[in-house]
Structures are given as C-alpha cells and as structure tokens.
C-alpha cells in the first residue's frame, strides 16, 4: 500500500518573498519553442508502448 503524501510546507520569510517575486515576473515562452516542446512530446508519445 503507498504511503500518504505528506502536506506542502509553508513557504516563510525570504523564500516566500523570492517565491512572490517569482510569479510576478513570470517569462512567456515564445511560439518557436511551443511549437519545439509540441513536436518533441508527439515523438516521444509515438514511441511510446506503455501497457494500460
């Protein structure tokens, strides 16, 4: 049987402030890299021969 997942901590003084700036600043990703990450994860689900 797996063992439960424990909780997230909390993020507190510093690594909180760094997380917020974080995601204040979030970069976008530009359509030619899209289109890279797209094409590489369709080869590698092709490829793929998991059983279900």
């Not at 507190?12 to 094409?39: H, T």
Request: charged letters at 30%; glycine letters at 2%; hydrophobic letters at 40%.
């Amino acid at each position: 049987m797996a063992r439960p997942i424990a909780d997230t901590p909390i993020l507190r003084g510093q690594d909180a402030l760094r997380f917020m700036e974080a995601m204040e600043n979030v970069k976008q990703v530009s359509k030619e890299k899209l289109e890279s990450i797209e094409k590489s994860y369709q080869l590698f689900k092709s490829r793929a021969t998991f059983p279900f």
